[in-house]
């Protein structure tokens, strides 16, 4: 006990070095943590992007491809999937329910997509999170439109605004508009930290309403475009879908389907398992997370470090004190140990308030992390990875702390009582 | 987040372009890699099914079909390797109380119809076939949470496993190369 | 007796070691030297000579490598290190030169010091008492830094009798004093560890203290290495 209050009160009366040590070791482990975090909520953001669905079918490309222009909207697909297939599938017995996609049209920047029903009832992301409106409802009739959360905010919209959908641009303004059918805003949906957000939702019916009497990919001229008053649900065909998720009814199922689909032989189609595909996509992109890692361990080392060179330097004042200690009955082993308790406890105070200014700072920033970046953390507030680190750097702050303790007692034995200094 | 992504994606375009372009290959068109081989793993609840697929020459050696009577015993022994050593290569968490049988196992000729274009297929016409393996699963405990290790070293032939594992909503790849891997289902 | 010690011989190993004749410089050869109980001996010689060194021997800092050494009754060099730095922290205190005090302690707290890292209760009685015989009671709560060098050396003498040691080994503790607080001192000192019936090795180049003492000793006359 006596050593302890010795070694509080030594480090008392060098506070301010003691302070620099456990502000650099608050610091590094800090980082170390946010690095930690933000990898856990981009992975998460990443890979939870959706979820539920056992596949994602569409036209043969790259997996890769379909994952990201289906859910990330990056890219664009090849080829569309006919209806004809698609409603092939949805009535195989093993598949439970499907959600449609048709893409390739835009506003102001933000991509359309295409869906129906079974949009707003069975997509899943982040677990078992669905998508809920602010305010209104889905975009079910052909001129409905639902807008993502970031949309209504930067583009300002209310419930009942009308908006033209730009043709063919998913990015940027569009150069042909669809501006003699315009949408009306139906419902506005809640924030989600996915690119659901940045989506603006209309029906499968609205997009073929809008390329109808579209002949080789340019606007038909106002005289032979059926006005919007005259369509109705029954006069639009739907043709075909860009792609579509499908869950089926039990998992062993889901291996067949993805067999048959990838087999399917009117259609060249690709059935991917789209978590599995996101988890490998992660797998690349971590390895600028393990470079963050690897600087963040860096700075940790370098914290620690920084302790080590701060005792060390501190202790040539010091052998006075040791000698003093040493001429009243403390041994070599009690010098010793009384130093590695400075630095385990440097290094532990640094730990507790690096730990606690992370957490802190991810509580208040969380909600603006959220807006701004659709950054979330879900899950425990420390993991145990995290807890792990915080020990692995203790330890390494203890082990450290050996090497000034070892020299202490060395100098011990060496000055014996009566170091000159 | 999708301004990350975007950072991400772009920097690390070419590279997972390239590992896209490979997987495509791998898995959409079922290319037949010496070497390589899929399974799949699915659990409802406390059923599951492990699903191997690969070509046969990793297994077995030779793709030829099997006449001599030397041959035919090579794949006899192999295919009884495979059954065996099935709970050694795909192993469950002793805790669940898993067990494994087999369901199917059997060498399938590949009849690929694209071949047949190619003069040099022709010859080789039937020479390339796989390697077959489907086992029922049934466990005691649910498989969440806990961990499977794969560990294809009996067949050294083996060397580039692609795993893909679905359990309720967890959907995991992983790569399966000499070593063993191990897997964490959440 | 408090302390015997003969035939000791000492060096200090490898660093200060004639490295061609392979064997290290002898500092210390003593044939025979004691201090009775209570007995007050004045330990004079030359800078240099090797008063540090012995007092260190006999404090069993360091170890002879010849000869025995008994420190109240106990054989020190067989002991091990840490029972020497217990037997140390009881049975002997200490006084420096100067700088004898922590200075993030206060002044009662650099005098229990010694017996709170022993484990030993406070005693508050022979606290007040030695504090006061020394004037320094007023200072108790006082933190060193603000202490004159009379006060710190003072401070130091209260801490080496508060454990009422056997033996007081005392490294020219009045070098820094002016010449009449060196006589003060050393009464101050004399008179309590009469009390506690505790001999005193005072060693220092300053010959005019020696009438104060029992017995005077010369280091380069029981030092066989200066007789030659």
Redesign the interface.
Known sequence: MIYLKLALKSLRNRIFSSALTVISIALSVMLLLAVERTKRASEEGFTQSVSQADLLVGARTGPLNLILYTVFNMGSASNNISMQTYEDIQKNPAVEWTIPYSLGDGHKGFRVVATDENFYQHYRFRGDQKVEFLSGKPALDIWDVVVGSEVQKKLNYNLNDSIVIAHGVTRGEGIQLHDDKPFKISGILKPTGTAIDQTVYISLLGMEAIHIDWKNGSQPTKENSTPQDQMTKESIKIGQITSFFLRTKSRIQTLKLQRDINNYSEEPLMAIIPGATLSDLWRGLSNIETVLKIISFMVMIVGLFSMLSTILAGLNERRREMSILRSIGAGPLQLCLLLVFESAFLTFIGLMIGLLIELAAFFILSGWLESQFGFYVTGDSVTKTEILYLLLVFIFGILIGFIPAYRASRLALKDGLSARI | ??????I??L??SL???A???K??EH??H?AHVHGGATL?I???QL???I?FKGAADGVIGFEHAAKSDQDKKTVADAILKFETNISTMVVFDTTLGCVVSKELVEIQAEDHADHKDEKKSNKHKGQHSDFIANFNVVCAKSVLGSKITFDFTPFKRINDLDV??????????TEVKKKPVTLEIK | MSCVLKNIQFSYPHKSADKKSGTSKIILDIPDFSIQKNEKVFLFGPSGCGKTTFLETIAGVLVPQSGTLSVCGTEIQSLSPAKRDKLRAEKIGYIFQNFNLIPYLTVQENITLPIELNGKNKTTNDLNLICSELGIDSLLNKNVTELSIGQQQRVAAARALLGKPELILADEPTSALDFDHREKFIQLLFKLSNKSQTAILFVSHDKTLEKLFDRSVSLTDINRVYRK
């Open positions: 987040m999708k301004k990350v992504i975007s991400f994606i920097g690390l590279s997972l372009a590992e896209s372009h997987h495509s898995r959409e079922e799949n699915a659990f409802d059923k599951g099914k699903e893909t594992i679905l359990v309720d909503a967890v959907q995991k790849t």
